[in-house]
């Protein structure tokens, strides 16, 4: 597959009978939920998980979400989600990307990025990453050179 960024960790999708729209496309709302999803089977798969958020009192928190829908899917496509760490302050914040790529052809369907900020679970204030979080989340960072 033609990956905007190297190595990217993946899940594939397909969209249901319950993810299409009235225009015959996956909703857009579904592309948002795949991309929590594989957020946090990325973090899981790095050693991080809902518990251990719940227990260091730490998330990181969407601040900002941003999706290029580029091309519709339809159902039963077969895809491929993909997704990165680009960058981090090392101390407060943190950016993922995603992109969709439908299998058959190779085509993006959808970029997109959060702009991700560590919380204090039980105040919901801004907070320092504990040094899990860098420990975990700092060495997959990956380049952020501009996507072809």
């Known amino acids: 597959m033609v990956w905007d960024y190297p190595n990217p960790f993946t899940l594939p999708a397909s969209p249901q009978l319950d993810d ?15 991309c929590e999803k594989i957020g946090w089977a990325h973090s899981q798969a790095l050693g991080l998980s809902l518990a251990d958020y719940q227990r260091l009192d730490r998330a990181m928190a969407i601040r900002r979400g941003e999706y290029d829908y580029l091309l519709p899917t339809v159902l039963q496509d077969e895809l491929t989600l993909g997704t990165w760490i680009l ?4 101390k407060l914040t943190m950016e993922r990307r995603f992109q969709l790529v439908r299998n058959r052809d190779q085509v993006t369907v959808l970029r997109g990025r959060w702009d991700l ?3 204090e679970l ?3 204030r801004a907070r320092r990453m504990p040094s899990e979080f860098c420990q975990v989340y700092l060495p997959v960072m990956v380049d952020p050179q501009p996507h072809p």
């Open 117 to 119: 900020v560590c919380i």
């Open 122 to 124: 039980s105040s919901g």
């Open 87 to 90: 960058a981090s302050d090392g």
């Open 20 to 34: 299409i729209d009235g225009l015959n496309h996956t909703n857009n709302a579904v592309y948002v939920q795949w």
